[in-house]
C-alpha cells in the first residue's frame, strides 16, 4: 500500500520542485501542468496546495524574507557581532534553501501588485535594521563610516549576490564567504 504524503510535505516538494523549474526554464515558462508532471500530481491535486503560480512564487519569496527577518531581530550583541550575524544570514541562504534565492532575487517583480508591496515593505524593514546596526556602530566607535545607507547597499550587494557564483560544498563554506566579506569591510583594501 502507498504511504501518502502530508500536506506539509508535499506542499515542500512542490516548492522544492518549482524553484527548480523556475530556474532551469523561467518563471513565465513554467506552466501549472509542467510543475504538477514533475511533481507526479495531477494538476487539479496542485490547486488543492496553491491556488497559482503566483501563490508559490510568494511563499518562496515569503520564507526567504522572514527567515531573514526573524534572524535579524533576534541579534543581540555588539554592533560588530550583530553585522557578522546578518551577513552570515544573508550568505547561508545559500546553504539553507538552495535553488531558491534566485527566484527570490530575479522574479521579485513577477509578484502580483499586493503581494509585492507586503514584500517590499518587509525588504524595507530588512534593510532599516542592517542600517540600524551600522548607525549603531558608528555611536560605539566600532565603525568608521562616512555614508550609512551606501555602506548597507554596499554589503547587501556583495551578500545577496552570492547566488550567482557561491555552490554549497565548494572551496568556502558561507559562514567563511560572509567573514571574508566582513574582514574586507572592516579593514579596507587600500592604504591610507
Not at 518563471?27 to 503566483?54: N, Q
Not at 556602530?137 to 547566488?163: Q, R
Amino acid at each position: 500500500m502507498a504511504q501518502r504524503t502530508d500536506r506539509a510535505t508535499r506542499r515542500a516538494q512542490i516548492i522544492d520542485v518549482a524553484a527548480g523549474l523556475f530556474t532551469e526554464r523561467g518563471y513565465h515558462e513554467t506552466s501549472l501542468e509542467t510543475l504538477a508532471a514533475a511533481v507526479g500530481i495531477r494538476k487539479a491535486s496542485l490547486y488543492y496546495h496553491y491556488p497559482s503560480k503566483d501563490a508559490i512564487l510568494l511563499e518562496i519569496h515569503e520564507e526567504m524574507i522572514e527567515h531573514l527577518l526573524g534572524r535579524a531581530r533576534e541579534r543581540t550583541g555588539s554592533p560588530t557581532e550583530r553585522l557578522r550575524g546578518v551577513m552570515r544570514d544573508l550568505v547561508e541562504l545559500m546553504e539553507l534553501f538552495p535553488g531558491r534565492l534566485q527566484i527570490f532575487f530575479e522574479h521579485y517583480r513577477e509578484l502580483p501588485a499586493a503581494e509585492r508591496a507586503a514584500s517590499t515593505a518587509k525588504r524595507d524593514e530588512y534593510h532599516a535594521i542592517l542600517v540600524g546596526i551600522l548607525r549603531d556602530g558608528v555611536e560605539a566607535g566600532e565603525f568608521a563610516i562616512d555614508d550609512v545607507e551606501l555602506t548597507a547597499l554596499s554589503i547587501l550587494g556583495s551578500c545577496n549576490w552570492t547566488y550567482q557564483w557561491f555552490r554549497p560544498g565548494g572551496r568556502l563554506s558561507a559562514t567563511e564567504v560572509a567573514d571574508g566579506f566582513l574582514r574586507v569591510l572592516l579593514g579596507g583594501i587600500g592604504q591610507s
